[in-house]
């Protein structure tokens, strides 16, 4: 099963080659019935919009072949799933009060000043935007790092979902100390098998992530619309697909976005 959240994210075209054209493994739509019922035999392969069928429109466009196409498609699904699986327990947390017992900002913000903004999304609301700007600021250094470092991009035969040791980086400045894909080294000697079902597991506990997370966001937007949390989720009246709120007027266009007027109304 192709999950449609692996279409929002899209990295960076500017691929690059692998430095060793030998075994490289390309996964076809085939690869992805196999790997479909292992996931779950109920559903099975499931790929309406036909994203990975070759020699149609689908996806093919992504890389220039379906097969980079696959992979792409299957590195976006499994980092989709990661970040869902940290935004709902990070929801849960943030949603009973759990914060740091320290300070935030140079200037004094504590993080019990944002838990008593409101849930979780009206806490981001409150972030000052410098801090939101580190915020993107330090993914965007994990991305650049995760698309350029690795020996064997997933677009070209590489592991979809792995990511580059920080190994490099640490011999020049000592840091990061721990790497961000195992970083204790509890699967380095694990079996094949093992891995293989650890690989399954998080596949799967990634998609029902991004189900959960989903669910919990449109609770607080719309009160009613997720009846199984009906009561339990504070609600938000603001964008909650929107990174820049009414404190960030001092970006660009935000002043302008939280004042236009479309055909639904306003922001």
């Not at 000052?128 to 698309?147: D, S």
């Not at 490099?168 to 509890?186: A, N």
């Amino acid at each position: 099963m192709l999950s449609t959240a692996a279409m929002g994210f899209a990295p960076s075209m500017g691929v690059r080659a692998p430095t060793q054209a030998v075994n490289v493994r390309m996964e076809s739509q085939a690869d992805l019935e196999v790997l479909a019922n292992k996931l779950n035999p109920t559903v099975g392969f499931w790929d309406p919009l036909g994203m990975a069928a070759a020699g149609t429109t689908g996806m093919s466009g992504v890389g220039g072949s379906t097969e980079q196409a696959i992979g792409w498609l299957r590195h976006a699904e499994i980092k989709h799933g990661r970040v869902a699986m940290a935004a709902f327990v990070g929801f849960c947390v943030q949603s009973n009060g759990i914060y740091f017992p320290w300070a935030t900002t140079l200037d004094g913000m504590t993080y019990a000043d944002l838990s008593a903004a409101g849930g979780p999304c009206s806490q981001w609301d409150a972030l000052p935007t410098n801090a939101k700007w580190q915020i993107f600021g330090f993914i965007a250094g994990l991305e650049l790092w995760g698309e350029c470092a690795m020996d064997k991009h997933y677009m070209n035969g590489g592991q979809p979902g792995k990511y580059p040791s920080f190994e490099p980086i640490r011999k020049e400045i000592g840091h990061p100390t721990l790497d961000l894909f195992d970083p204790f080294g509890f699967s380095k000697n694990a079996s094949p098998e093992k891995k293989e079902r650890g690989l399954l597991m998080e596949i799967n506990n990634g998609r029902l992530a991004q189900l959960g997370i989903m669910a919990f966001v449109s609770e607080a937007k719309v009160p009613g619309s997720v009846p199984a949390l009906a009561g339990k989720i504070a609600p938000y009246s603001g964008e909650c697909m929107s990174p820049w709120g009414p404190g960030d007027t001092s970006v660009l266009l935000v002043k302008e976005m939280l004042t236009w007027t479309g055909p639904w109304g306003s922001i």
